[in-house]
């Protein structure tokens, strides 16, 4: 199903098309591009930064591959499943898509608000829910759908997160129902979890970077090219057969 061609050190995608949601930055763009450098074709979604979209398309283009920025606000309930019939239609397939968008609520549970759980769920669950199932429409057998999670969606060193941990943990879920819904087409459903990660929501030299370090097995942050490196994994030949879990990409923080 996937034709892999050996240059450069990477396995290519070559033929494929993908659909990045929040791709405009931080770990979004980097899994854009790593998908591009692998051969793939990319689509990237973005809320309101256009011109940061329209930068990492032209990066993608560069490489040589098609891309395409896609305005979606994953709060909607059309947006995003529009966007995953765009990006179909423009390339002529879709194959992979990375559910990248989200969102940190932070703070007290006495100040969480409703508004607060609706946006949070709507971004981290039904967004990608809609997305799949959406996508699974356009999807050849073997495509592959991956989810960028966290890893405080399985421990919780402090607190703050219970909602954003909640809805994190429901994304888990809903990835091995789609895996198991899915598997007969041999479609995969994974999340990768990423741990504290230098990206302009988290900056490695930001005022509490230095207490996520000290819960790191190897006391560093991650790039966005590390979580990138995960989903490229996943969404070639070498992990057609890993479905329905989820992968730390933490430093050891959760070990």
Do not use: C, W
């Not at 199903?1 to 450069?8: E, F, N, S, T, W």
């Not at 494929?16 to 979004?28: D, E, K, P």
């Amino acid at each position: 199903m996937y034709r892999l061609i050996q240059k450069k050190g990477y396995d290519m995608l070559e033929g494929r098309a993908a659909l990045v949601t929040g791709g405009s930055r931080g770990i979004g763009a980097a899994t854009a591009l790593r998908l591009a450098r692998d051969g793939a074709d990319v689509a990237v979604t973005y809320t309101t930064a256009a011109e940061r979209a329209e930068t990492v398309v032209a990066e993608i283009e560069s490489l040589g591959r098609r891309g395409l920025a896609i305005r979606a606000d994953n709060t909607g309930t059309e947006e995003v499943a529009a966007a995953v019939n765009h990006a179909a239609a423009e390339f002529g397939r879709l194959n992979i898509l990375v559910n990248n968008a989200g969102i940190f609520p932070h703070g007290p549970l006495a100040e969480v608000t409703v508004a607060d759980i609706d946006r949070t769920l709507a971004v981290h669950v039904r967004s990608v829910l809609l997305a799949a199932r959406a996508a699974v429409e356009h999807m050849t057998d073997g495509g592959r759908i991956i989810s960028i999670g966290s890893n405080l969606a399985t421990r919780v060193p402090d607190g703050g997160t219970t909602l954003y941990s909640a809805s994190k943990s429901a994304l888990i879920g809903l990835t091995r129902g789609l895996a198991r819904e899915l598997g007969e087409r041999g479609i995969t459903a994974n999340v990768v979890d990423p741990g504290s990660t230098d990206t302009d929501m988290n900056p490695a030299d930001g005022e509490h970077a230095h207490l996520q370090r000290r819960l790191t097995a190897l006391g560093r942050f991650n790039a966005p090219e590390d979580v990138a490196a995960a989903v490229a994994f996943l969404a070639g030949r070498d992990g057609r057969n890993i479905t329905g879990t989820s992968i730390l990409v933490d430093a050891g923080a959760n070990a």
